[in-house]
């Protein structure tokens, strides 16, 4: 009797200075299909983060509960409504000034995975707190490549002034591996992929990667022998499964190379020279580090990665969306309805990257669900609206975890509902038994299944 064999979750594909992960496959588990369809998977965590708030009347939904209308800004995540939550009263006291005056969007980055108040200072004594998404990557991160990922569209400070005598390294970082100790954001596309399929041998990895650019191959290209031994000794519906992953990464591949090349003007010269990786255009720089952040998830090569879709306090144009004066600025509109308007279409902007990322994790399955079934997706931003600068009713959504919590609501807590009870909560989906986090008071039990 022929035996489908059983593979490690931990497999590669193996080839000249590469090694590319593998995604979940029923022949990593032993037993009979019924016994594959119910097993446990993994659990990830990703945070996506937004600077300078939200234009508020646009993110509320109006009724409290399940059956609520979605406002005009959640409306690119319509589809998966029945998957996602919106959170309301949470609050970051961290973030508030607490005595040391201005500063209000240095303390939000810092103080939004770790709920501490970080000391004012643009000297080398900075002095923030651990984050949740560090906490928990010191109880799961053995368990995979990295322990977490942290990733940006803007790169990280670690010195500088950058907010009223607040260092750089506070509003430009989300994770903190310890109060002293932030950790940088990576911000390369490319630098992020080769991380993700190196083999370990830095000589190697540096050959590969010369001789994959200057001759167009592929990653693939150096694991397909290794690839097409596996793909016979599997399944349908694995074959079908690794066939679609690994489309899935030539496609980001052959992205990647088309974004590093420079538009030329009409007198055949390049408009400017550019850091090699970086997408020139910002929506494609954002659904890269988007794909990198789910197919690092997908491989299992971390379950714990955040984003930053900017630095805290960014000023940057979107003229691509009618939007050309700086963020920040619009932010504080005085109630003007011209600059609400376009704040309105930044927020829109960056809604629609997150429906994509959203619905990249559920478009992949995942025994009897999806990645996104087994993901819990935190989004949203350390200040509530960007005009008055104020730290409570968050705008806060939370999306994925599958069974672990009943979505399709409008959850409205207690006002100055600590931010820091949903980390907790979060906690404990990843088996920290901790009884506080930050200024936790208690985990947010209205999130259980009943």
């Known amino acids: 009797m022929n035996r489908k064999p059983h593979i490690d979750r931990r497999s ?4 000249a200075g590469v090694a590319i992960a593998l995604p979940w496959l029923e022949a990593m588990h032993c037993g009979s ?17 937004v600077p300078n708030g939200k234009h508020m009347p646009d993110w509320t939904p109006g009724k409290v509960g399940k059956g609520f209308e979605l406002p005009p800004l959640l409306k690119p995540i319509e589809s998966l409504k029945s998957k996602f939550s919106v959170l309301t009263n949470l609050a970051l006291d961290g973030a508030r000034a607490h005595g040391d005056g201005p500063g209000d969007h240095a303390r939000s980055a810092a103080a939004f995975l770790t709920g501490a108040h970080p000391k004012k200072t643009d000297g080398a004594d900075i002095h923030n707190g651990t984050s949740v998404d560090q906490v928990i990557a010191q109880q ?23 907010d009223s005598g607040y260092s750089c390294a506070y509003s430009s970082n989300l994770a903190w591996r310890n109060p002293t100790s932030p950790l940088p954001k990576e911000m390369d596309p490319s630098a992020v992929f080769d991380r993700l399929f190196s083999s370990g041998d830095s000589t190697a990895d540096a050959k590969t990667s010369t001789l994959r650019k200057s001759r167009r191959k592929s990653v693939l290209d150096f694991a397909l022998s290794e690839a097409k031994t596996l793909q016979s000794q599997l399944g349908v519906a694995d074959r079908r499964k690794l066939d679609e992953y690994l489309y899935a990464v030539r496609d980001i591949e052959t992205r990647l190379v088309r974004s590093e090349k420079l538009q030329i003007g009409e007198d055949g010269i390049p408009d400017y020279p550019r850091p090699a990786g970086v997408p020139r255009d910002w929506s494609e720089h954002c659904r ?16 714990v990665a955040s984003l930053m879709f900017a630095n805290e306090g960014n000023n940057r144009g979107y003229p691509e969306i009618g939007a050309p004066e700086g963020h920040h600025d619009l932010s504080h509109h005085g ?24 619905e990249a994790l559920d478009s992949v399955q995942e025994g009897q669900g999806t990645l996104l079934d087994n993901t819990l997706v935190l989004y949203g931003s350390g200040i509530s609206d960007g005009d008055r600068h104020n730290h409570d009713d968050l705008p806060i959504l939370l999306a994925g975890g599958g069974s672990r919590l009943e979505h399709g609501w409008h959850r409205k807590f207690k006002e100055q509902t600590p931010l820091c009870n949903l980390y907790l909560w979060m906690l404990h989906q990843f088996g920290v038994q901790s009884d506080s986090f930050g200024d936790s008071t208690a985990a947010l039990r209205e999130l259980n299944v009943t």
Do not use: W
């Open 335 to 358: 109630k003007s309805p011209e600059k609400q308007a376009k704040v309105a279409k930044i927020n829109l902007f960056y809604m629609q990257r997150l429906a994509y990322f959203l």
């Open 33 to 49: 299909a019924k016994a594959v369809q119910s097993q446990q998977h993994p659990l990830r965590l990703a945070v996506l983060y």
């Open 140 to 162: 799961v991160g053995t368990d995979t490549r990295f322990a977490s990922l942290e990733l940006g569209l803007q790169g990280s400070s670690q010195a500088g002034s950058c």
């Open 12 to 15: 590669l594909l193996r080839g």
């Open 288 to 303: 890269l580090m988007l794909d990198m952040l789910a197919l690092a998830f997908r491989t299992n090569s971390t379950r």
